[in-house]
């Protein structure tokens, strides 16, 4: 299952979300959608996984799950990722961004 705004998809292994992170932010946000992936925003500069720890720390406290239940699966050297998160659905995640 995916959702034709932005790159999701629910898997075994849990959701799949496409992001776009800006790292050296003025604060941590969701700002739109960036070529088919949540832009999010984080104050952390990308030096020593600060950006990558910024993501897991932002959904974490969004979506009121554990950090251990969120990992990044791909881009972990990039500003394109792909977050995984276990035990939540498209749905519950959408919810969280209404106006996307």
Not at 53 to 77: N, S, Y
Request: aromatic residues 4%; positive net charge; charged residues 30%.
């Amino acid at each position: 299952m995916s959702d034709p705004r932005w790159r999701i998809r629910q898997t075994d292994s849990g959701l799949e979300v496409a992001l776009h992170v800006q790292p050296r932010a003025r604060r941590d946000e969701i700002v739109g959608v960036h070529n088919g992936a949540l832009k999010l925003k984080v104050s952390a500069p990308p030096v020593d996984d600060a950006a990558n720890r910024a993501v897991i720390e932002f959904f974490a406290a969004l979506l009121d799950v554990p950090k251990t239940r969120l990992q990044i699966v791909a881009g972990l050297k990039s500003r394109e990722k792909v977050l995984r998160i276990e035990s939540v659905s498209i749905s519950d995640f959408c919810r969280h961004f209404p106006g996307l």
